[in-house]
Nanobody, 115 residues
Framework: QVTLVESGGGLVQPGGSLRLSCAAY????????MEWYRQAPGKQRDEVAR???????HYSDSVKGRFTISRDNAKNTVYLQMDSLKPEDTAVYYC?????????WGQGTQVLVRP
């Protein structure tokens, strides 16, 4: 059984930082494209960042230069370092693992950015 467990969300002031973690069980993160998505209330779920199996990282324009995705294959964990947070970054953040037609989602972790 495959499980993705996100953690690290919380309340932070604008300009602050958070680091999200996604621990994978039942799959190897080294063979999957690992992604972070977010969904704000009333909005669709959008991709924020992804790291491919060859280590290439890609970011949405809204977070480029502020967020960093990384992967520790020894720990089977993917991280999203979020700096210079803005109120518009408030959302539930989801981890996703993809390999060919196999796609897995975590349950999400809430990030709230406000004074």
């Amino acid at each position: 059984q495959v499980t993705l467990v996100e953690s690290g969300g919380g309340l932070v002031q604008p300009g602050g930082s958070l680091r999200l973690s996604c621990a994978a069980y039942g799959i190897s993160t080294s063979f999957h494209t690992m992604e972070w998505y977010r969904q704000a209330p009333g909005k669709q779920r959008d991709e924020v960042a992804r790291v491919t199996d060859d280590g290439s990282a890609h970011y949405s324009d809204s977070v480029k230069g502020r967020f960093t995705i990384s992967r520790d294959n020894a720990k089977n964990t993917v991280y999203l370092q979020m700096d210079s947070l803005k109120p518009e970054d408030t959302a539930v953040y989801y981890c996703k693992a993809a390999w060919h037609s196999y796609v897995y989602w975590g349950q999400g972790t809430q990030v709230l950015v406000r004074p």
